[in-house]
């Protein structure tokens, strides 16, 4: 069975905090992976894509371990507009559709 | 702007009637649109790949007499779902392929009453 599996959450934290979500996927021919965040009653829109280099992009940075099928994402300084929940995404072969993991919800808190 | 829109982004229905929902690519063509389906605090699940002309594609367990799935044309692929009791209310969210790029509609909360 194709799975994404997510921390489960909820995660708490100020403003200004660092967290960091994982995610593992079981298909290891899996060829795509991003971190999509959703709002509430909202659709997806996608957060970033991640590379087994690594990538940052401002404030989050997105780490692929293909090796132990692993993919985080790291949020430094949050902010309250980061409140959301982040969804781990895989992709198996290009034109095929998107596997969501359930996601993890994210509150920040003044 | 929207590449992908989806229509009605809410809709309320009787049970047993059967409703449609639309998802239109905005000035491309898409070839594959996908269907998804969220209930409150879980994933997105995939129902079906719809391929324009052809037979969608369906997810196991998901039954095709009920979820009705047209792509007639490049740019609309509409979900209808059939005789709905209240347990088919739900998120329904359609994405599509174009140029390698997965693009999401706005979603339509159905509410089956």
């Known amino acids: 069975r194709k799975e994404v599996e997510q921390d489960p959450g909820p995660f708490n934290v100020p403003e200004g905090a660092t967290v960091a979500f994982n995610c593992t996927y079981s298909?290891?021919?899996?060829?795509?992976f991003f971190w999509y965040r959703q709002d509430c009653r909202k659709e997806p829109k996608l957060l970033m894509s991640?590379?087994?280099s690594g990538n940052e992009d401002g404030r989050f940075t997105a780490q692929l371990n293909r090796a132990s099928q692993y993919i985080s994402l790291l949020i430094r300084d949050s902010k309250l507009s980061d409140s959301a929940t982040y969804l781990c995404?895989?992709?198996?072969?290009?034109?095929?559709?998107?596997?969501f993991g359930k996601g993890t919800t994210l509150s920040v808190s003044s | 702007g929207a590449v992908v829109s989806q229509h009605p982004s809410r809709v309320i229905c009787k049970s047993g009637t059967s409703v449609k929902i639309e998802c239109r690519s905005l000035?491309?063509?898409?070839?594959?649109m996908f269907w998804y389906r969220q209930f409150p605090k879980q994933s997105l699940m995939l129902m079906a790949t719809?391929?324009?002309?052809?037979?969608?594609?369906?997810e196991q367990g998901v039954e095709k007499d009920k979820f009705l799935i047209n792509h007639a044309s490049l740019t609309l692929s509409t979900l209808t779902v059939t005789s709905a009791h209240p347990e088919d209310s739900s998120f329904y969210i359609c994405?599509?392929?174009?140029?390698?790029?997965?693009?999401f509609g706005e979603g339509s909360w159905l509410t089956v009453v």
């Open positions: 994405s599509a392929n174009i140029r390698n790029t997965i693009y």
């Open positions: 298909n290891s021919a899996s060829q795509s």
């Open positions: 991640v590379y087994s």
């Open positions: 995404v895989v992709k198996e072969q290009a034109g095929t559709a998107l596997i």
């Open positions: 000035d491309f063509q898409a070839t594959t």
């Open positions: 719809s391929n324009e002309g052809s037979k969608a594609t369906y």
